[in-house]
T-cell receptor
Framework: GAVVSQHPSRVICKSGTSVKIECRSL??????MFWYRQFPKKSLMLMAT?????????EQGVEKDKFLINHASLTLSTLTVTSAHPEDSSFYIC???????????FGPGTRLTVT | AQSVTQPDIHITVSEGASLELRCNYS??????LFWYVQSPGQGLQLLLK??????LVQGIKGFEAEFKRSQSSFNLRKPSVHWSDAAEYFC????????FGTGTRLQVFP
């Protein structure tokens, strides 16, 4: 139980285009989902916290107009990287917190490469 | 502000040897503490967690960790390492959000 999926697992896009990453909780409902970014050989940095049906809360230094987050249902959150640039290339990981638990369950991550 | 320090960036051990990965945290109250493992290109898997109670916590894959309040530490241990344990290990503390350490890369030689 408590499986979180991400799609796509890898994506390559051209500079200036937008890309959407999906995060789904497969066997539980999550009122809260989190988006993290991981640079090579670095730790995970929280980008934003999204609550179902409300606006996401972004961490300091994260551009909300560039990283659009939508949490439209209790099992799906999306991260859209708008007007992507090579410096946006990174490993993006989502996590989901079940309604009944304080624990976060992590997705397998999405490798974004912007050329 | 809360923070997590993992002093060892890279550790190499022989298969069958014991392992200890260090983690120190900074937090004003009693923290929620976690250890995660990440295989290359993968997400994170929870190894174990400490919320309260017994300070020696047992986790999956034969790992354990001990919470020592006096030392602000939560070191991860395993008595006998297997080659499949080679991965990146992250310690984390949760207050209003999860704060991760910078990770320790474990390499296992046969």
């Amino acid at each position: 139980g408590a499986v979180v999926s991400q799609h796509p697992s890898r994506v390559i896009c051209k500079s200036g285009t937008s890309v959407k990453i999906e995060c789904r909780s497969l066997d539980f409902q999550a009122t809260t989902m989190f988006w993290y970014r991981q640079f090579p050989k670095k730790s995970l940095m929280l980008m934003a916290t999204s609550n179902e049906g409300s606006k996401a809360t972004y961490e300091q230094g994260v551009e909300k107009d560039k990283f659009l987050i939508n949490h439209a249902s209790l099992t799906l959150s999306t991260l859209t990287v708008t007007s992507a640039h090579p410096e946006d290339s990174s490993f993006y990981i989502c996590s989901a917190r079940p309604i009944s638990s304080g624990e976060q369950y992590f997705g397998p991550g999405t490798r974004l490469t912007v050329t | 502000a809360q923070s997590v320090t993992q002093p060892d960036i890279h550790i190499t051990v022989s298969e069958g040897a014991s392992l200890e990965l260090r983690c120190n945290y900074s937090y004003g109250a009693t923290p929620y503490l976690f250890w995660y493992v990440q295989s290359p290109g993968q997400g994170l898997q929870l190894l174990l967690k400490y919320f309260s109670g017994d300070t020696l916590v047992q986790g999956i894959k034969g790992f354990e960790a001990e919470f020592k309040r006096s030392q602000s530490s939560f070191n991860l241990r395993k008595p006998s390492v297997h080659w499949s344990d080679a991965a990146e290990y992250f310690c984390a503390v949760e207050a209003d959000k999860l704060i991760f350490g910078t990770g320790t890369r474990l390499q296992v030689f046969p």
